[in-house]
């Protein structure tokens, strides 16, 4: 089992529609990237969570420690959402992976006009 | 915000020659850089972290004598991938820390 895990896997929604991915993580973390990337491959990081909630723009991002579960909420979605949404968590300190992110594989939205 | 950049963006060449990636942060200084990997249709892997002024670490199975790391200043590390093979195509991407996490936009590499 992957130490993060993203659902669903592929995702197609029309224009306007409001999208929710999934992140569930097993270990403990001292923070959790959501990163997206186009098909060009440049990733952009989207937030940096520790806790709580963020928002920019159309974009919603969750977090609750105690269930190791993040969500990433796209709201009025449009075709230029569409890209890979990857979940990415640092490990808490202590660890041989201190400091490494560990990445989920990743979410295909597909935003249909 | 911080910019990271990367040269170069792609890259095409014959099978045994060397070639070096470079990664730049733009407005900051990065003591520490990473790294990955990624083949079509999975995540990224990670295959190196890059210490400016010390030697890199490098992840286990990722061959420190084929991915050669220099991390000479605080705004630039290099990949080389020496002897490159057709196995070695793929897509590679660098990153810095500062606040928050910021990514290279990557150089796609082709070995003939």
């Known amino acids: 089992k992957n130490e993060v895990e993203q659902s669903p896997q592929n995702l197609t929604a029309q224009e306007g529609e409001f999208i929710t991915i999934n992140c569930s993580y097993s270990v403990g973390i001292s923070a959790l990237h959501w990163l997206q990337q186009h098909p060009g491959g440049g990733i952009v990081s989207l937030f940096m969570?520790?806790?709580g909630k963020k928002k920019h723009g159309r974009l919603i991002a969750t977090i609750n420690i105690q269930e190791k579960h993040s969500s990433l909420h796209i709201t009025a979605s449009h075709p230029r959402d569409s890209a890979v949404y990857i979940c990415?968590?640092?490990?808490?300190?202590?660890?041989?992976?201190?400091?490494?992110?560990?990445f989920g594989q990743g979410t295909i939205l597909t935003v249909h006009p | 915000g911080a910019v990271v950049s990367q040269h170069p963006s792609r890259v095409i060449c014959k099978s045994g020659t060397s070639v070096k990636i470079e990664c730049r942060s733009l407005?900051?200084?990065?003591?520490?850089m990473f790294w990955y990997r990624q083949f079509p249709k999975q995540s990224l892997m990670l295959m190196a972290t890059?210490?400016?002024?010390?030697?890199?670490?490098?992840e286990q199975g990722v061959e420190k004598d084929k991915f050669l790391i220099n991390h000479a200043s605080l705004t630039l590390s290099t990949l080389t991938v020496t002897s490159a093979h057709p196995e070695d195509s793929s897509f590679y991407i660098c990153?810095?820390?500062?606040?928050?996490?910021?990514f290279g936009p990557g150089t796609r590499l082709l070995v003939l």
């Open positions: 969570l520790s806790s």
């Open positions: 890059s210490n400016e002024g010390s030697k890199a670490t490098y």
């Open positions: 407005d900051f200084q990065a003591t520490t």
């Open positions: 990153s810095a820390r500062l606040e928050t996490q910021y």
């Open positions: 990415a968590v640092r490990p808490n300190a202590g660890g041989t992976s201190y400091g490494k992110l560990t």
